[in-house]
């Protein structure tokens, strides 16, 4: 269950950061779509926006098995993989008995009893790769109904050096028709938030006014509606704010779907660190390469690709 | 899909504020459990906490159909309902064809094309009792493992006469064993938002540290093992702060989990009120009865309902 | 998972057969349909048709809780309830440490360590009233696009008095269109198989020439294009045999489809039986009252009812 | 939907014959568990016995991607993929806009609107190499518990030169312990049919006595206590005869499972074929190479690979 992502547009993923290869099957993409390579593309690169360093270069060029002939989606399941680069996981030895602060070394052995421990394995923030190849997927379907995805990072944390800053991007869907989300527990807020929340250091999420909304009045929070009310062209409401986040009793009202994400530091930081062994003893481990002090330029793209997915989902 | 929550824990929910009644199917309960009818009468009462005045008596008494014999559960699913009181719903006429702001009567209408209009039908709040009887359960069930809950409003809005006021409910669930979890898009505190989300006018969701996690830096944030580190009784680690609110990589460690919800203002309020009819005009409406300001003391139990579901489906 | 049928048209049933109730909860059937209640008066009957003799006159009136309104559904989940006439279930005490032979006693002791002994609980027939319901829904829903389901017995095994039997039931749907099904796993023949095989006694099913055609040349068997092609008013082929059942690669080929279930005689039969307890000890027991000789008349309807609902769970 | 297999035990498969790849994704296989490779070399090998003759030797290499480490499961996803040989498909351009009678041609282009011509697309036979990728893991998770498959051939129909045959296939599944499976839906014998449904060219099922329950009495049909009763050993009950295959309810009884599938004679004869075109017209193709007269060997390892991986779904 927690390999595979939507019920309708679905997204199976796989593979160990040091593994042989990561990937992943996209079922429920309808058939006859224009498959967009340079899309894809482009996507991929904005996965690496903003890198000033890392020890390992991730050319992330994705292979396509299936599911696409002479150009069009056939309406089968569109499968990729993207081949890790070999690379000396010998840096890894030291760590392959110690659970490291922040991170889900100890989880994931109190959840497994076994690991690949070279480079944080499944828990690695590189399976996000696999997300973005189903977002580019779900923006090529997408777009042909004119929704559009825009994320940007609104708050970014400073870091000193030897250390590492978290932020909020906020993101932004535009062309959504109302009627679109479901009742009770389907409710495309509550897909969203799960959505985001799965995302690798997402640690809060929040629609419109979000967590300000805690201190308003009634009077001030609902969004009233737009004197010139219905939109002519579509017989589409307006309002004249839009503190929900077009998001009403879980499905949409034609608003703009504004959301945002906070995520907290990586924990990986060039500092001397503490870790636990199997046996509870402590020990100082010093972390090699040199890290992104602040990841959120790289993970604006897959906040909007957990979107895209969210709404393929829920539009099909 | 969006009427039941959970995959191995299910509740399946059912009914309209103004129907005949609202009620659901417990499915994954295991065989044997005592079935606590003191528990599930308690906290049915707390959905009552705070209420200042409505002008309807909710007495909510909950019959079992199926499922227990001789107070043990049969591991079958386990029905139930709650018989809505008949009232006099013409107080409702008026919106028939009228859209409140605010609310879920324009989205519903988008999505359906038709829809009970009497007291926001399958919308209403009304549905979060067959909630709190899930989360009895789920109580019954997790208590026998040591695994506790408890909810609490940390902050709420002030609410002049004749408006209303949200706030912020914090959760904190004790005595989960490390390991409890999955990865990727399976992830605890993904299951967490998504059930937290869910509940009506519920606006943002955070573990932990949550939003202020964003302007921390790597080094303030990361959870330090505990120098006493495993405890010896359980051979379970802990950590001398709890920043990820007990959840890393989707999988709990072992530590206290610590969540917060933001809730907006309900938005039927005292006052005249602009609503739109399907052609687009405007129509004043006043809305009749008392009204409760704030929503939250009642809202706790169902806080803890979901978060127990929530554990009861990753645990079995 | 195993109480609830379908993934887009979705019946979940709950209650043992000396319980309070049974019932079920149906989600998925679309807003604005008109809800025929003869319908499912005249579908509840058939399933009392051809009974000699049962002890318990099963009312089996339907209470609906939820869904309707006016006359036609909502969109939202249809909660239905029948209730079980209180009977004195204490002739069934003797039976509260003992598995009869054939029956599902000791198969659900070994499953769930716990048992509702009265009367087979949720294994027993009874069950099967709550498929007829779902049945008549989809029923509803299906005829408004001009799709029919006729089942009838083809087949009835001679029984002795004090003995029963089993037989053959041959079920043809028309009006179905072609393109209706999914490929590999999802195939309508392998989603029809085991909605039939989840009926009590059900115990071997067959498409088209079945087991038959194990003994036909290729040559034979395939289905060859009729002469006059594509029926122009419906741009839709027709072939000149139907070997296949209108069936091809899991997806429906636009013939009538057709198939048949075999079904074993039931097991509880007026003679002395030899009933097992826990221990190992083999007891003597003699069933009470008088017992259907042959099932297969009642059970007509419900293999009418789990073929409309797989077909309403594809076509949604 | 339909290109997942399982619940909890679960197959995910893509691939055309012609495409690049054909491959799959198990997740859900349990954490340390020893890798076999050898035994999924066989199992491969198994698919290819009694091949006459094929125009395409498919060499069937398995690819793992990920979830293996050091020779033992992670617990994680287990991705493979096994690359289509580059074949000359001009072979099939005569095929583009024909619709072969007793295929998938015509029902596909009505489903998708859109298909992979070359020799059946997603279609094909070819996909059951995945099914048996999925069947060899499933396989060396459950022999560690003594449970263990075995399929043969009983009936083989005689086909003349330039014509195909079909058969029956028999599969005994020994060591499942009393108590799996699942009432009502999700009986143990209806995922079974389902599993055993959705295999190319299977028409018929049948569990123990089968078709000819139909003919029998009560008291034949039920299969009485074996007078020894529980083996000592296993606090296990026995049947002195096994007419219900092994499952009673929908639940394993401790007896052998015993199934039949029927399988039609494959429909691409060296003969003369009418095919359709989509305006209605009759063309005469001729198929080339030669092709297997029954497919039934081949198919043995498919039987116990699906049922395998039931098995596991169920048990897991």
């Not at 593309?41 to 000033?52: D, N, S």
């Not at 944080?120 to 790769?129: D, F, N, P, Y």
Request: hydrophobic share 35%; glycine share 12%; aromatic share 6%.
């Amino acid at each position: 269950m927690s390999n595979t992502f939507g019920t309708h547009f679905k997204l199976t993923t796989y593979g160990e950061s040091h593994g042989t290869a990561i990937g992943g099957v996209v079922d429920g993409c309808p058939a006859g779509l224009v498959f967009d390579s340079d899309l894809l593309v482009a996507e991929m690169a904005r996965r690496h926006v903003g890198t000033e360093a890392t020890a390992r270069i991730e050319a992330d060029s994705v292979d396509i098995f299936s599911g696409v002939y002479q150009g069009r989606t056939l309406g089968t399941p569109i499968a990729f993989s993207i081949r890790n680069q070999e690379s000396d996981s010998s840096d890894y030895d030291e760590l392959r008995d110690l659970y490291r602060p922040g991170h889900a070394d100890y989880t994931y052995a109190m959840r497994y009893g076994i690991r690949d421990h070279r480079g944080g394995g499944r828990a690695s923030a590189r399976e996000t790769a696999t997300r973005v190849v189903g977002g580019a997927i779900a923006k090529m379907l997408l777009r042909e109904k004119g929704i559009t995805f825009n994320a940007e990072v609104i708050k970014q944390g400073v870091a000193e050096d030897h250390d590492s800053a978290g932020g909020i991007i906020e993101c932004t869907i535009k062309g959504l028709p109302a009627g679109i989300g479901n009742p009770v527990f389907g409710k495309l807020n509550a897909t969203l938030a799960a959505a985001m929340m799965s995302i690798p250091s997402a640690i809060g999420f929040e629609m419109g006014a979000g967590f300000a909304a805690a201190e308003m009045k009634g009077s001030e929070f609902r969004d009233e509606w737009h004197c010139s009310s219905l939109r002519p062209e579509a017989r589409q409401a307006t309002t004249e704010t839009n503190h929900c986040g077009g998001i009403q009793g879980g499905i949409s009202n034609g608003m703009p779907i504004v959301f945002r994400v906070a995520f907290h530091p990586v924990t990986t930081i060039d500092q001397p660190t503490q870790c636990l062994d199997p046996d509870g003893n402590l020990h100082t481990w010093q972390p090699r390469g040199r890290h992104d002090r602040c990841h959120l330029p790289r993970t604006v793209v897959v906040v909007e690709a957990m979107a895209a997915m969210t709404m393929a989902d829920h539009i099909i």
